[in-house]
Each structure stands twice: as structure tokens, then as C-alpha cells.
């Protein structure tokens, strides 16, 4: 789980000044109202600005696709276009939506061919911090940069959009010339291993980005960890300021931003307020390996006429899971490398050594690898589910529920999420057990998997239903 400068290319890139908007693909709206997202193949530069292009596949010609922003309990209306060559579909991660439209290939909808366009059309009902991606071969399509941004405003936004920034972080492989290494895609190794880990890192698709804060200001910085596998340490404590959510609902009370790393899963989302003050340009760091290394800097700009103070976040309504009343399941993780792997199934046949190699399914939940026939289990609205996760693997896992958010209710090894909030994904490490509660009142078929997407194409899949 370590990156070392070693496996980083040398140098960072060019240092571009984005401002505070991301230099993403721009938003397409629609004379009906619908923001269009075209994903297809795209040419991108994320090595330097000197390097080679990648073959991407985006949304709306860039990377990361362009920023939905509504407000909380808003229609969110997108009418995906599919221009790629294979089938795909758009998931929403986070929300707590409409079974039909929460995407899924297979599960919630057919993955809408080529040529052939799909309409989204959902509420947002929760304030936060969210994405988009696809999810057909998310392995690969996430991996290639279909994701975006979602991000629902307060009614009243909290802070000015100048003050309101999002960095999306993505951990990509390039190959020695630095264009993405499209050839390791479905590498065995890494689906049995940490999944797809990366060598570049970059921040709405840019490598070392700059931004504009203003001293004394009060700034929301909204991280999202996009990468396929890779679990980012990052070092806070140059922005200071206080975490005020996670996975996109506000914490109870505001905390100071860890002094140590700050651990984030793939798929995981933190709010942060920072406040600078006036003085020398501020870094965010990553340090999970030997040579840290910083991923964005932030120059600041003389004071203004600004705000330092910023409201409390409204919480969410999400429903308080009641533990007393629990059912009590449990989801044991097993297989991968270094794995017990004795004793799993797939499609209905004993896992052999040949099979998986055959079928690349090599993780298991509670014994089953891949998408099992039958729901892990059935809730009736609104029924508490107490999910005990044990993780047998010699590897860490974010586990993500689809259509709900829980509270984590126990934790081995305390870690940031040890924070009493609502999450949708959980990083539980190796050898731990996390107890996860949440109340599955949102009716339909629900994925429950890994979010390292080669764990999660390789077995780590389930799904259950809410009647
Ligand atoms: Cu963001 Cu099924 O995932
Ligand atoms: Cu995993």
C-alpha cells in the first residue's frame, strides 16, 4: 500500500494555475433541460505538459467530466450519450436515489450500447459531496476517467462558489513514455494483488495543479479519491482547518484535520474549511510512501473583502439505525494472493485454482465470488441492519453500499472514519472487522462491493434487496 518516488516518475508536472474552477469538460445543457454527458474516447495530456497524449475515454471530451451542481431535494435530469465502443452506464455515487436510476449494469438497468443514450432523472436529497461513474466494467472505464463531480448545494450555499472548491484526486499508470499503460489492463496480478495501482498522480486531471485561495477567508475544500485501487495518506496539516463531513454528510461536530495521514479509500469523499492565512503557498501532500510528495499547491492572495466564519452544516435526514432492534448479518471477505481461498464458489461450481484463472474470480463474499444469484439478503423497509464485515484477506477493502449510508458502529482499529458521521464506504484493512448499521428503507436491488474495482470484477460483489 506504499507509492515510493521510485515508482513515480521523475519530476512533476507543470504547475498550471486553474483558479479555483476546474479545468474540466464543460457542461452541456440540453433545450429540454437535460445535461448531456457524451462518454467516448478522448485524447488528454496527464503526464506533462511535453509528454504524450493518453487514449482516455471521458465524458464530454475531458477529464474528470464536468461538474453537476444542484441544490439539496433538486432534480438532477442527464441524458448520457454513449459514444465508446462498448456498452456502459452512469452510476451516482453517494446518493440515495431512485433504484432505477442508480446504474447499474445488470442489476438496475441494461448497460446502454453504443450509439444509444439513456435519461437520468432523480432526486438529490442530501447536501454534499458526491461523483459520478461508470459502471460497466468500472475497472476499466473509471480506470480510462469516466467520472465526474456531483455536487448538491446547501438551499442556502454555505459558501460563495469562489470559496467552494472540488479536487478530485486519480492515481493513474502510465506507461515509461507517460501516456496511460492501457496494456496492464485486467492484469491478473493486480486483480489477485492491491488491484490497479497507479505511478501519477493528478488532480482534475491535471498534474500538480495550483489554486487561488484568499487569506482569511473560508474556504470548503471537497477531496474525492477517484483512483481504481489506490488508498491515499494525505497530509493536512499545511491547510489546516477543520474536516467537516465525509462521503458527503456533515459531521456531528467539526474536527481538526488529523496531524497525521489522513487515510481515503477509493470512493471516499472529505469536506474540509480552510481558512489561510496570508504568507507562503500551502501544499497538500501525499506521504504514503517513502518520498512524499505534494499533489496541489495553493497560492494565497492578499485579503479581501471576505467572510472567515461559515455556517454549521444542516444535516442530512437520513435515518437513525435503531441497534436494538438490528438483524445481525455478517459478510466475510476472503481469497485474493496471500488468501484463504479453500471453500469459494462460482456460478454454482467449487472455486479450483483452474477456474479462477479461467474466470479471473479469485475474492470471495461469504464463500461466493462474483455476483451471486440469489440477494445476500432481503430487508423490509425499514428494517436496521447490523453488517458485521471481516476482512480475511490480506489486503484492505472499501466496501460501499449502493442506495444507503451507514454509521460505522464499531471499528477494530480506529481510524479517521471513527468519527460517528454517516459514510457510504468503508476501508476495512486487512485482519480487521468493522461494524457497519444503516436502516434499508430505499425499495430495490442494491450492490454491495468493494470499490477497488479490480476487487470488486475479480468477486467482491453481492447485492441485496429492500422490499
Ligand atoms: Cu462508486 Cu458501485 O460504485
Ligand atoms: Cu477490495
Redesign the pocket.
Known amino acids: 500500500m506504499r507509492i515510493s518516488r521510485r515508482d513515480f516518475l521523475a519530476g512533476a508536472g507543470s504547475s498550471a494555475c486553474l483558479g479555483i474552477r476546474p479545468a474540466a469538460a464543460t457542461m452541456a445543457l440540453a433545450d429540454d433541460g437535460f445535461v448531456e454527458l457524451t462518454a467516448g474516447p478522448s485524447q488528454q495530456k496527464i503526464y506533462k505538459e511535453s509528454g504524450p497524449a493518453s487514449s482516455l475515454w471521458t465524458y464530454n471530451g475531458g477529464v474528470p467530466g464536468p461538474e453537476i451542481r444542484v441544490k439539496r431535494g433538486e432534480r438532477v435530469k442527464v441524458r448520457l450519450i454513449n459514444e465508446l465502443e462498448e456498452p456502459t452506464s452512469i452510476h451516482w455515487h453517494g446518493v440515495r436515489i431512485d433504484n432505477a436510476m442508480d446504474g447499474v449494469s445488470g442489476l438496475t438497468q441494461d448497460a446502454v450500447p453504443p450509439g444509444e443514450t439513456f435519461e437520468y432523472d432523480f432526486v438529490a436529497p442530501d447536501a454534499g459531496t458526491y461523483w459520478y461513474h461508470a459502471h460497466n466494467k468500472s475497472w476499466q472505464q473509471v480506470g480510462r476517467g469516466l467520472y465526474g463531480p456531483l455536487i448538491v448545494e446547501e438551499e442556502e450555499p454555505a459558501f460563495g462558489l469562489d470559496q467552494d472548491l472540488t479536487l478530485i484526486l486519480d492515481d493513474w499508470r502510465l506507461d515509461r513514455e507517460g501516456a496511460l499503460d492501457l496494456e496492464s489492463f485486467g492484469s491478473l496480478m493486480d486483480w489477485s494483488h492491491a488491484?490497479r495501482l497507479g505511478n501519477w498522480l493528478t488532480v482534475n486531471g491535471v498534474s500538480l495543479p495550483r489554486f487561488d485561495l484568499v487569506a482569511g477567508a473560508a474556504h470548503r475544500v471537497r477531496l474525492i479519491n477517484v483512483s481504481n485501487a489506490r488508498v491515499l495518506e494525505l497530509d493536512l496539516s499545511d491547510l489546516g482547518g477543520r474536516l467537516i463531513a465525509l462521503d458527503g454528510q456533515p459531521l456531528k461536530e467539526a474536527m481538526d484535520v488529523p496531524s497525521g495521514g489522513f487515510l481515503m479509500g477509493p470512493g471516499q469523499r472529505a469536506d474540509l474549511v480552510v481558512v489561510p492565512a496570508e504568507g507562503r503557498e500551502l501544499a497538500l501532500r501525499e506521504i504514503s510512501g517513502a518520498d512524499p510528495f505534494d499533489v496541489a499547491r495553493f497560492a494565497i492572495l492578499p485579503e479581501g473583502n471576505v467572510r472567515a466564519s461559515y455556517p454549521t452544516l444542516k444535516a442530512n435526514a437520513l435515518p437513525e439505525p435503531d441497534l436494538a432492534s438490528a438483524r445481525k448479518l455478517v459478510l466475510d471477505m476472503t481469497g485474493g494472493a496471500m488468501g484463504q481461498m479453500a471453500g469459494m464458489t462460482h456460478g454454482g461450481e467449487p472455486l479450483t485454482r483452474e477456474r479462477m484463472r479461467e474466470t479471473g474470480q479469485l475474492?470471495g463474499l461469504n464463500g461466493v465470488a462474483g455476483m451471486p444469484e440469489v440477494a445476500f439478503f432481503r430487508a423490509s423497509s425499514v428494517e436496521t441492519v447490523l453488517l458485521e464485515i471481516v476482512n480475511d484477506t490480506a489486503?484492505?477493502?472499501?466496501m460501499h453500499t449502493h442506495g444507503h449510508h451507514f454509521r460505522i458502529v464499531e471499528q477494530s482499529r480506529a481510524m479517521v472514519e471513527d468519527t460517528g458521521t454517516f459514510r457510504d464506504t468503508v476501508l476495512v484493512a486487512a485482519g480487521e472487522t468493522v461494524r457497519i448499521a444503516f436502516v434499508a428503507d430505499n425499495p430495490g436491488k442494491w450492490l454491495l462491493h468493494?470499490h477497488?474495482l479490480e476487487?470488486?470484477a475479480a468477486g467482491?460483489t453481492t447485492w441485496f434487496e429492500v422490499l
Open positions: 488491484g475474492w489486503f484492505p477493502h472499501a468493494c477497488m476487487h470488486a467482491m
